[in-house]
């Protein structure tokens, strides 16, 4: 049996993330990936682009990953909030807050192999790819054993043992590793299915990302490299499928009449995807030593494009629990030691998951009171810069507690 400090199950986003942060302190990881992005097409790393808050591009700086990936980075200067149809508006400048971009956007496809060929370069990094988890012993066998041991299965169908003191469940909204565990998760579906596709248009978007909320359900419109734009466009799933049944002139006629015309005509539509939303929810996010992270500790709806953002922020949490513990010999598998951390983030994934839940239920309900209310809501948003500036703090990340390397502190 192969012992190891942490094993993470799952080399998406998070996983791999989480891998290339934590190799960063004096410990040795097993990173368990059933698809090598660089191999196959991977489904963590597809057309979807990510809006990055300024705190999550810190993050990545301060672990030196950020100069890897900048040149697929396209900043966000400008936020415009508005309702089609009605007077609501608001707009959120960089250049109010003293920071160089509100945000910055990067396309999966092409993030997922850098951070892969940064990982295959880390000396403290197993790489098990392709294998799965299929295995893990009992929570009892844990306790007695004070580490807890996982099964791996490779292609060929070979099995192998690994032990480590913490297994982080990386491994997705449908975490098979959260169900070894005896960890139930909460479905909560929005009846919306977002579309997404990249698009062209006549008009610069000058570094401007759109968020619209129209009849059909909210719209985001994000800034890419070569003046594409990236769109989430959220639907019925019936409207869903019809808006994916079109031809790309009719696509592009539905989209400029939700949209309008602020950028101008739209010329062009790439291939597009659609994913069924919903709000997935863990009853614990930890049992015995398995602990979950990214998706399958919180799958929320995008549309405020918080979901990567805020398990990039328990990243950096969770990097300096284990660094305290390394200086105290703390156990980090231990119970104290999860339910620490779990106590320590609890307030930001209520606020963000109650934000982002909230925002999706206010903005695609057409009871007048409600229509009313949420117009008021954003043009007082727009007269009053302190509550602008909470709803700016928040679109960065900066909200609450923040984690060293938030704060642009990578421990010597
Ligand atoms: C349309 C859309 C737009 C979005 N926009 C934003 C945005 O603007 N900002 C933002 O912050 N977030 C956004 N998100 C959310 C963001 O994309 C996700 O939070 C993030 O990509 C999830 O990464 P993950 O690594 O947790 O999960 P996944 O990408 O699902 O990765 C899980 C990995 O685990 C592997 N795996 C599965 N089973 C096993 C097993 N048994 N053992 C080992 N490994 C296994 C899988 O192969 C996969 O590679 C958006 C989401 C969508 C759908």
Not at 11 to 19: D, E, F, Q
Not at 114 to 130: A, V
Not at 195 to 224: D, K, M
């Amino acid at each position: 049996m192969k012992k190891f400090d942490i094993i993470i199950a799952g080399g998406g986003m998070a996983g791999a993330t989480a891998a290339l942060a934590l190799a960063r302190l004096p410990l040795t990881i097993a990173l368990v990936e059933p698809v090598a992005p660089q191999l196959d097409a991977s489904p963590s790393f597809d057309q979807r682009a990510v809006a990055l808050s300024a705190a999550s591009v810190k993050i990545f700086k301060t672990l030196g990953i950020w100069p890897k990936i900048q040149s697929l980075g396209c900043p966000i200067n400008d936020i415009h909030i508005s309702d089609q149809g009605h007077f609501g508006f608001t707009r959120l400048h960089a250049d109010d807050y003293g920071v160089d971009a509100l945000g910055q956007v990067i396309p999966l496809d092409q993030t997922g192999p850098i951070l892969w060929q940064e990982i295959r370069q880390t000396k403290n990094i197993q790489l098990y790819s392709p294998a799965n988890i299929s295995a893990i012993d009992s929570i009892e066998s844990q306790q007695q054993n004070g580490q807890i041991s996982v099964k791996l299965r490779d292609d060929s169908g070979e099995q192998q043992t690994l032990a480590s003191q913490l297994l982080l469940a990386a491994d997705g909204t449908f975490s098979s590793t959260a169900k070894m565990a005896g960890i139930q998760i909460q479905r909560d579906s929005y009846q919306q299915h977002a579309v997404i596709a990249n698009i062209s248009t006549e008009l610069a978007h000058n570094n401007r990302a759109f968020e619209r909320f129209t009849n059909q359900g909210p719209l985001a419109l994000l800034p890419l490299t070569r003046n594409r734009m990236s769109l989430v466009w959220c639907q019925t799933p019936e409207n869903a499928a019809t808006v994916m049944s079109y031809t790309d002139h009719e696509f592009i006629q539905q989209l400029q009449t939700a949209f309008g015309y602020r950028l101008g005509q739209i010329s062009k539509v790439g291939e597009r995807t659609q994913y069924p939303l919903a709000l997935h929810l863990p009853k614990k996010v930890f049992n015995g030593r398995v602990l979950l992270l990214g998706n399958s500790a919180h799958t929320l709806h995008p549309i405020a494009g918080q979901g990567f953002n805020l398990g990039l922020r328990d990243i950096a949490a969770l990097f300096d629990s284990i660094l305290q513990a390394q200086t105290s010999g703390e156990d980090i598998g231990s119970e104290r030691f999860l339910n620490n951390y779990q106590a320590q983030r609890q307030p930001d994934w209520n606020q963000t998951i109650s934000a982002t839940d909230s925002l999706v239920r206010l903005f695609s309900n057409d009871f007048l009171p409600l229509v009313i209310a949420r117009n008021k809501a954003l043009c007082v948003l727009d007269k009053f810069p302190f509550a602008k500036q909470k709803l700016a703090m928040t679109a960065m990340g900066f909200s609450g507690e923040s984690a060293q390397l938030t704060r642009g502190i990578m421990p010597t």
